[in-house]
């Protein structure tokens, strides 16, 4: 039985003769390339300008450089990768962790209200796995508190709520374009905003600060894309709408199956959304009669891989607490120990996601 992978990061034949035409060219940083994947990009999520970047580490690190001062905080979620809240730290800002909502996975906005100090000046909701973060409550937050909204959309390529993408959300919008995400051209990230001096402030601190060559009048970094990666960006672009309707098939067939399965909990889209399920996870609950470590080396005797996003929350890392002390997020940490991801990918057909679900399903003790 062949075995099913959790991602599928294989480039097609035209996204590697892009990529080979950049390597003929001699023109392999930043260049016409990145210029035409930032247009497209932005045209897709409906934002007026994007920033294309290394990676999505370095789109939340500009976004943090372009807002923040030393000893600002931020309130995120602590159930999500490092980068959301290691860019805050390493701008000498502090990162506020908050717990989540068990349903969603996303931010509990109600715990983020009540971590609000006169230090406080942004929030980054993540829209976790791409399930859309709900706009209006972090806006009202936003709003009362006078605090700007830097969006982690490093896994939300594709999910919409109502007509649009959410990257044509205000203040910023950052994403990833990691080999696993839903949209990969190897390392790159993107920022998106409406904002067209934000847009000229991130453009120069992606640069080393620099409007023309050897005058600087920021601290910058060089965090450009290559164009190889531009390259793959604008190719890939043209089957993407392909690549999220294989997703989203192979989510609605687990989904209908697995929501059967007693001490198996799914996340819940949020209403009115489109999740671009970057990742399908399941919460293991004891009621399922196996712990999730039990579960992932069953399924990987099956032919199934898995993987644990993630093991544990922000606030319990060393760096974090060493940093900022001891906290307890208890639906964070019940998460972490039972969260397991599933292969959703748009390699696989519905017959692999069933295969799966059933898997699960007849795992069940």
Not at 79 to 90: D, K, R, Y
Request: aromatic share 6%; with cysteine; charged share 20%.
């Amino acid at each position: 039985m062949s075995q099913i992978n959790i991602a599928d990061t294989q480039l097609t034949e035209e996204e590697i003769q892009a990529a080979i035409a950049v390597l003929r060219s001699g023109m392999l940083r930043q260049g016409p390339q990145c210029a035409a994947f930032e247009e497209a990009f932005a045209a897709r999520v409906g934002a007026k300008h994007a920033i294309a970047c290394a990676n999505g580490t370095a789109a939340l690190h500009l976004a943090w450089m372009a807002l923040l001062e030393p000893g600002d905080e931020v309130l995120l979620p602590s159930f999500t990768f490092f980068a959301t809240a290691s860019t805050v730290a390493i701008t000498g800002a502090v990162p506020v962790f908050c717990d989540i909502d068990p349903q969603t996975l996303l931010m509990d906005m109600a715990d983020a209200a009540s971590k609000v100090t006169a230090r406080t000046k942004a929030l980054c909701p993540v829209h976790l796995f791409g399930n859309v973060c709900e706009e209006a409550p972090a806006r009202a937050l936003a709003g009362k508190h006078g605090l700007k909204i830097v969006w982690d959309a490093a896994q939300a390529h594709g999910a919409r709520n109502g007509g649009g993408e959410v990257g044509g959300w205000s203040d910023m919008s950052c994403y990833s374009f990691y080999p696993t995400k839903n949209l990969f051209v190897g390392e790159g990230g993107m920022i998106t905003t409406d904002d067209a001096a934000m847009a000229e402030k991130l453009r120069l601190l992606r640069d080393h600060g620099s409007p023309q060559r050897y005058t600087h009048t920021v601290l910058g970094l060089n965090y450009r894309m290559t164009d190889i990666a531009g390259a793959i960006g604008v190719t890939q672009l043209k089957r993407f709408d392909g690549m999220l309707a294989a997703r989203r098939e192979n989510a609605r067939v687990m989904a209908d199956i697995l929501a059967g399965v007693p001490g198996i909990r799914l996340q819940r889209p949020t209403d009115g959304t489109e999740h671009c399920w970057h990742q399908f996870c399941v919460v293991v609950e004891p009621e399922f009669g196996m712990e999730r470590d039990t579960l992932a080396d069953k399924l990987r005797e099956a032919g199934v891989g898995t993987g644990v996003h993630y093991p544990l929350g922000l606030h319990q890392q060393p760096v974090f607490m060493e940093k900022y002390g001891k906290s307890s997020l208890p639906v964070t940490e019940a998460t972490a120990e039972r969260i397991l991801a599933l292969p959703v990918h748009h390699g696989m057909g519905v017959a692999e996601a069933r295969r799966v679900a059933e898997a699960i399903a007849g795992l069940r003790g």
